[in-house]
């Protein structure tokens, strides 16, 4: 029988992952596995608007959702496709979700031009800003789209012959800064005051850079969207203020030939070529001319804040990565949240002499505490098993565990009343938010006020009596400001009316005034907008500034006596909190409160203009997925492999809009027996899928010299079934999965004179296995840390049909994963397996499990078991029972994400393993003779095109102890990644 395995080709979309999940832009430390979470979901009311160059596919109630994009997304089509210079052949496809309380987007152009977009807006991090969410994710989704979709020259020929095939995008292979650069440059308008790119927070990430030495081209390029050094969103902040230098520099028309150069591009990744047909400069001496540009424009204002700094502040805490949420709770104790990327994140807790651990918070949103000592905890949950959702829970004050207040609550922030007895919460919507008050209990019991498309109602603060709440909002018109709601009347006042960021809002101890973070101009005649903290007097709105920054102050907790304040700071290594006296007195008034920059004026959006009519979009109808399923590209291949087998191959495949749907066919014409086989592929949800295999393969040609040889061929069909069903949650992970398999091997025998026999093998399975797994895996993790992986599979042979192979096998997989130190990892393996003698049972040796082709392509059938330092095959280590233990101690040996600039070839990580071995297998009633081994192991992971692909790869050397069947054996194993 064939040891081939047919390969299939499951669907893999290159999707741009433009907005971090993450509200700190960090990766969850567990992250379930399952393709179905947060995406489109089966068996809801889905619709579809058609505009001119737009599908948007929409659950039914967000069908207002829906029209006001649609309106927002025919005018940037207008603007971007002429700047671009180019316009999409078909319409692209928008899907709406509000599956994730978080605020994201992601775009590819394979198979087609689609992207889909997260409802919510967002209150806080890099991108808050006066434009509204709405129109900034899909401008920015969007550009991606008209930059990757692009192509002329021989590979424009060849998508017109091949279709959409992967190697047609030659923008593909740029570097990631470049593809988030335009799209961070396109959604920036400095007059509007729209985009990162002008606001203060990323003036801040730049100028800390600068402070700290701006990265070379090649670190840049070979970081990408999953290198492990700060900041997580590099490829964004540098990729923005490249094309600014180049527009500022060269001129606006050079951003344009800097991207469209690459359309005719054959060659990938010639970024030397596209500097200097488009600058006239190498690709490296144009970074010299930006790195100069950086440090000049920044200069400036870098000595002017060094000058401001005050004369004492203390670091309390730097971990080179994320803090977060400084408080200080009415006994005195700092608490605060803390993820330094090694480790779980945790909320710390300290009283200047000791810090320690309150707990592990995975999934982590923001907490508050009230006079008690009680912590109201919000963070992401996994609801309905589908969707990630925010929730609230409580640790009451001397409790150590947490009690869970709402179920799908969709609470993404949460604050204490004084008196420890409300909670006033901004709950989430369908894209919009409201304001809500909850009791202790997390029972809700009103609804103070409800925000239209486009408002956002952000961080909030209870007054100390009780009475009234201050916030940062966000209207449609107006932007971000400070409002105060007196809870009674239910009426909002306006604190500020300018176009700043305003966050974090808090009453004084005596309630007469607010400290708030606002990006206001650090001096009357400097431009520079620096987030700093402010006092507004209540009583005649003065303002008062009481830091001085030289990046960005993001959060901070004034103390109890209040004189001193700890403030959350961002730097160029991760974020840090100090300690500084606070003298508002001395600090001075330093403008107005209240002014009226923006009274008359409105946010220039779209959604503000007299062109937006939402209402005019009505071509809605029932989604279908046939429109978008199609095939979008074609490819063909001739096997000849000189053993009388050769094949010609054609390759097609389609997806829906909405992912619910993929199928792949790949019809074989076998030449030389003059058959038609192949393969056909269909998965359905993420959860059921059905494969069909018909391969032909000779074993022997006609020999003339042995005349008496018949021609030996087989004919291998498959058919596979497999249904997975995910249990999800953010801590750990269970999994069932059930699979049916059947194939059928003819046997044929040829004489010369055509003749011919046949002999028939058939064999069917069916399979259930459990998976349980509660791994984490931090930012710096070269393996899984802190937890187990369990996987239970029972199969049986004969419940369909009888086969070869009859009866059952069982198995149970444990790997334990102990976290040493500085992601240092001990990992332990236990595999038991049974069988019964009517089985083909289990074979031991080699340096990978391997699957059977019977049940191969959907996780059943495992029956090869790596025991490294022994051959496979061997006759000692096969039977119907089998037992392997192993230990591994795995050690980082370093992050470099860097490499050469020609050839684009680098180094990500790299690891070393130390393992030892021990395997038996035996038939029963045999004695179990034990074969062990010892060896090393290194993985590197090596970046090819700077960040296009990752080539996971280990060297291994293994010595097996057995006189007899051991020995040395060297190994190497090779794995590509998008």
Known sequence: MSKKIAVLLLFSLYVIPTWGLSPYGQPVPHAPSDPGLAVPRFGEDWQTLDTAHFRIHFESQHQAFAQRLAAIAEVVYRKTSLWLEWQPASKTEVVLLDTIDASNGAATPIPYNRTFLYMTAPADGQLKGNEPWLEQVFLHEYVHLLHLDQAGGVPGVLRKIFGRQFFTFPQIFSPSWVTEGLAVYAETDHQKGFGRGQSAIYDAMMRAEVMNGVRSLTELSYHGYFGTDWPQGQVYLYGYYFFEFLAETHGEETVIRYIRNWNRNIIPWRMDARARQTTGLTGEALWDKFVDYLNNKFAPTITLLKSRQPESQSILFENGHVLANPRFAPDGNFYFYANDGRSMPEILRTNGEKTEEVDGINGFIGFDINSHGDILLTRYEVCDNTRIFADLYLQAAGDSGWRRLTECGRYARAYWSQDGRQIAAVQLDEGRTRLVLLDRDGNQTETVSEFGFGDVLGELAWSPDGKRLVAAIKRQRTGWNLELLDIESKSWKLLTQDVHLQSMPRFTPDGSAIDFIADFPIAAA???????????????????????????????????????????????????????????????????????????????????????????????????????????????????????????????DGTDALGMHHWQAAPVVFLDKEELGGSLLYIFNSRLAFTYTDYIEAIRDFDDDRPDLPEVWDRERRLQMVYQQPFSSLRQSFQVNFGVAGEQITRHFVDQDDSEETLKVEDYLLGLSFTWDTTEWYLHSVSPEDGRRLILTAENYDALDDGAQEGWLAVADWREY?????????????????????????????????????????????????????????????????????????????????????????????????????????????????????????????????????????????????????????????????
């Open 526 to 652: 400097n431009e520079k907008r620096i987030h700093n903290l402010y006092r507004m007097n209540l009583s005649d709105q003065s303002l008062q500034r009481l830091t001085s920054t030289t990046t960005a102050v993001l959060d901070y907790a004034v103390t109890p006596s209040g004189n001193q304040v700890r403030l959350l700071e961002y730097t160029a290594n991760g974020q840090r909190i100090v300690e500084h006296s606070l003298n508002p007195e001395a600090a001075g008034v330093v403008k107005p409160a209240g002014n009226s920059e923006m009274a008359e004026a409105t946010v220039a959006a779209i959604a503000n203009s007299t062109e937006f009519q939402p209402g005019q979009y009505r071509d809605i109808d029932s989604y279908t997925p046939w429109s978008s399923m199609r095939p979008r590209s074609w490819w063909a291949w001739l096997n000849v492999d000189g053993d009388n087998n050769d094949s010609v191959g054609f390759l097609v």
């Open 818 to 978: 102990l976290s040493i130190y500085n992601n240092h990892v001990l990992a332990v393996r236990w595999v038991e397996g049974r069988s019964d003698d009517t089985t083909f049972g289990f074979q031991l040796g080699g340096y990978v499990d391997s699957f059977a082709d019977l049940g191969g392509p959907i996780g059943f059938g495992k029956n090869e078991y790596r025991l490294r330092g022994y051959e496979d095959g061997l006759r000692a280590l096969r039977g119907q029972n089998i037992r392997v233990i192993s230990t591994e101690w795995r050690m980082p040996l370093g992050e470099y994400f860097d490499g050469f600039f020609v050839p684009p070839i680098g180094l990500a990580k790299s690891s070393l393993a130390i393992f030892a071995e021990t395997g038996t297998a035996w038939d029963d009633g045999e004695p179990e003779t034990y074969y062990s081994s010892a060896g090393v192991e290194i993985s590197p992971t090596i970046l090819l095109g700077y960040d296009t692909f990752s080539l996971a790869m280990s060297f291994g050397a293994a010595y097996g102890f057995d006189n007899d069947l051991g020995g040395t054996e060297l190994y190497l194993r090779l794995g590509l990644y998008l």
